[in-house]
């Protein structure tokens, strides 16, 4: 089957949860189908040093300035006009979605899109993108409520998806997991990257990774470490900020936490695999504070490392992390932020007051990982989409 993935992140250029999906599924879609890899160029308009079967499309020149979600708009018509010969196009993200769904009218091919977010789910994107919001929202909805299939990454993502848009027929909503790689992600020894950005590898801390936006719920994080016990340092890898707005109040929120207590590391790059490896690695806790997740790959990483998880109970994460046996869950209401912050402190605080059950979690999570997430059963199940798809088309 000749497949093409349509994909604004893809590698060297990722940056979130949908890059890394994409990374990982394409390498094992590779033995399995045809494939070409279609997906945005770098800032810097590099081609990221790609090997073939990877093309680079940029927004157009004379958009330069303009609004972001129009600028991205582009980038789908140039990604629509490659497409030819296809069987099947399979988008990630409303970045990429648009393109799909051209592609579907103009070479009659089917269109499959997997939903890593839902727009209507993250209304804080108007602060990024303004009246971009309303384009993005209109090239989501106009490429799901058509598409062939959508996969969905968790149960709750399923759900979500059917309730934001309930035009879809729910026959057209496949569940495929996220995946990860447990042999890039396992436990290192090292401790290299600690000393490197400044943790001290004698003391026990819990860590965040993630980007700097509303999504991530890291602000919460920062007025729930107040109250964790001061013997935990609090690491935040934590970077690429969506506004300024967001940006200034993340540091206002470090300074603050720092005022009243020591042990405060914020590394705000995006690092290396290997770097992130370590430092999950070493963390007594891992921490994802997220208000919305469709499912959460960066928990399935921490788990992988065999580092127990203390995470919101929100969206798919429950899916990933079985609360009581590989990490600890927190009810999140966003009419009580500080209910939940105080939640976070106590979860925290628990697990990492009682060693042998953070130990007992971690060994639980990374036999989870592997058991159940492997990258080869996620293109397995996504090329059994294609195949359904294109099997019912042709009777």
């Given amino acids: 089957m000749k497949v093409a993935l349509l994909t604004r992140e893809y590698p060297p250029y990722v940056y979130g949860g949908a890059g890394v999906h994409v990374e990982f599924l394409a390498r094992e879609l590779r033995s399995l189908t045809d494939l070409q890899v279609h997906c945005w160029a770098g800032a810097d308009g590099g081609d990221g040093g790609d090997a073939p079967g990877v093309t680079r499309h940029a927004a157009a020149s004379e958009l330069e300035g303009a609004n972001e979600a129009l600028r991205s708009l582009s980038v789908d018509l140039t990604m629509a006009a490659a497409l030819a010969g296809r069987d099947l196009v399979h988008s ?88 990860i790689d447990t042999r890039l992600y396992r436990p290192d020894a090292s401790t290299g990257a600690l000393t490197a950005h400044g943790v001290d590898p004698g003391r026990p801390y819990a860590l965040f990774v993630g980007r700097i936006t509303r999504q991530k719920g890291v602000p919460h994080l920062l007025r729930a470490a107040r109250r964790i016990d001061p013997r935990l340092q609090i690491v935040l890898c934590a970077g690429a900020p969506d506004t300024p707005a967001i940006d200034r109040e993340f540091r206002e929120l470090v300074e603050e936490l720092r005022a009243v207590r020591g042990g405060v590391v914020w590394i705000p790059q995006m690092l290396p695999r290997p770097e992130v490896v370590q430092l999950l690695t070493h963390a007594a806790v891992f921490v994802c504070p997220s208000v919305y997740e469709p499912l959460g790959i960066v928990n399935l990483e921490a788990m992988a490392c065999g580092t127990p998880v203390v995470a919101s109970a929100v969206g798919g994460i429950p899916e990933v992390v079985e609360d009581g046996v590989t990490g600890l869950l927190v009810p999140y209401e966003e009419k009580d932020p500080e209910g939940f912050e105080a939640g976070l402190a106590a979860a925290v605080d628990a697990l990492t007051g009682d060693p042998a059950a953070a130990a007992r979690m971690g060994a639980a999570g990374r036999e989870r990982a592997v058991a159940e997430f492997g990258w080869d059963a996620v293109a397995r199940r996504t090329v059994g989409v294609y195949e359904e798809i294109c099997n019912s088309q042709v009777r």
């Fill in 92 to 179: 990630h993200t409303w970045y990429a979605n648009l393109a799909g769904h051209l592609a579907k009218l103009l070479y009659g091919v089917p269109h499959v899109l997997t939903a890593h977010s839902l727009e209507p789910l993250r209304p804080w994107k108007a602060e990024q993108l303004g009246g971009g919001y309303a384009l993005s929202s209109w090239a989501e909805r106009t490429a799901v409520e058509a598409a062939d299939g959508v996969i969905a990454v968790s149960h709750g993502m399923r759900a979500d998806i059917l309730r934001s848009y309930p035009a879809l027929d729910p026959a057209r909503v496949h569940v495929v997991h996220n995946g």
